[in-house]
Nanobody, 129 residues
Framework: QVQLEESGGGLVQTGSSLTLSCAASGGTFSDYVVGWFRKGPGQERDFVAA????????YYRDSVKGRFTIFRDNSKNTVYLQMNSLKPEDTAVYYC??????????????????????WGQGTQVTVSS
């Protein structure tokens, strides 16, 4: 089990960029698949992106492909979500989640929130039009 803490949210204008961080403690972070999810006002929690234990193994929801990049730095026990060209519909609380996984686990299979055990408290991202 790991403890996760998100940071980097804020209020920005349409077209701006933000980079969210998910810092982990209490476990061997490189053993975990990590995902980002978001919950907008009145909406369900949705998958955003995931990265496998292999940093090259990433998977995104269609609406963020080409705008968001998930990457990990295991030396810092941190996963990042770089968000460019932000839109008002990206407004949400963003959560990171982690699950211990085999080395060859494909991030594609971790787009379901039920796959994750450990969750952070979330960070608010608000994009004004």
């Amino acid at each position: 089990q790991v403890q996760l803490e998100e940071s980097g949210g804020g209020l920005v204008q349409t077209g701006s960029s933000l980079t969210l961080s998910c810092a982990a403690s209490g476990g061997t972070f490189s053993d975990y698949v990590v995902g980002w999810f978001r919950k907008g006002p009145g909406q369900e929690r949705d998958f955003v992106a995931a990265v496998s234990r292999n940093p090259r193994g990433t998977y995104y929801r269609d609406s963020v492909k080409g705008r968001f990049t998930i990457f990990r730095d295991n030396s810092k026990n941190t996963v990042y979500l770089q968000m460019n060209s932000l839109k008002p519909e990206d407004t949400a609380v963003y959560y990171c989640a982690a699950e211990r996984a085999p080395l060859d686990a494909n991030s594609f299979y971790y787009c379901n929130a039920n796959m994750y055990t450990d969750w952070g408290q979330g960070t608010q991202v608000t994009v004004s039009s």
